[in-house]
């Protein structure tokens, strides 16, 4: 289920203010490991992360053998300010708890390869919120446009999986930020 919103208020001496929310829901994800064939499981991946080698992530169809993620929630929000030729936003980006590994035996996975399937490990990771900042100036009179910002304002790091998941960086280079914070500017200027 995705869900977008956004609301621009009145303008005030202020300067002008805008809303933005986007979300998507995920109530469920099954893949089949070998659709037709004896053997044949269904696996629900909604809030699990598919360690390397589990047929969660051997079945995942985007994965390459790498880590498959199907977080429950994902989220963007954010709030806009324009005043005259200045302009500034903060966004922050929202990706809901996971596990690593699944507590149900019959998916057949555990955060830890060499685990017995009966008995597996899971792992359990909190949610994870990132703040991004912008200010920007428009140069009217010669078409530019400026702008600088941070991304991953507080510096919020990736979780850490276990190792022999994640081969990339110990984490999920894919839906996670693996550079910390960082600074950028842009002057983009039309002709």
Known sequence: MDLTASYR?????????????????LSQYKIQTAPGQDGNRVLNGVGEMGSIGSPLTAACPFSGGQVCFFPRVRAQGGVQWQLGPWD???????????????????????????????????LHYGSTTYSDVTVGYNVAPINTRIEIGVDNLFDKQPPLLYGN???????????FDVMGRYYWGRVTVKF
Request: glycine share 8%; hydrophobic share 40%.
């Open 165 to 175: 998941n994640a081969p990339q960086a110990n984490t999920d280079p894919n839906d």
């Open 88 to 122: 500034a936003s903060w966004r922050l980006r929202y990706i809901s708890d996971f596990n690593l590994g699944s507590p149900d035996p019959s998916q057949g996975f555990s955060a830890a390869p060499g685990f017995a399937h009966d008995n597996p490990l899971v």
């Open 9 to 25: 208020l009145p303008a005030f001496s202020l300067g002008q203010f805008a809303l933005t929310l986007g979300a998507t829901y």
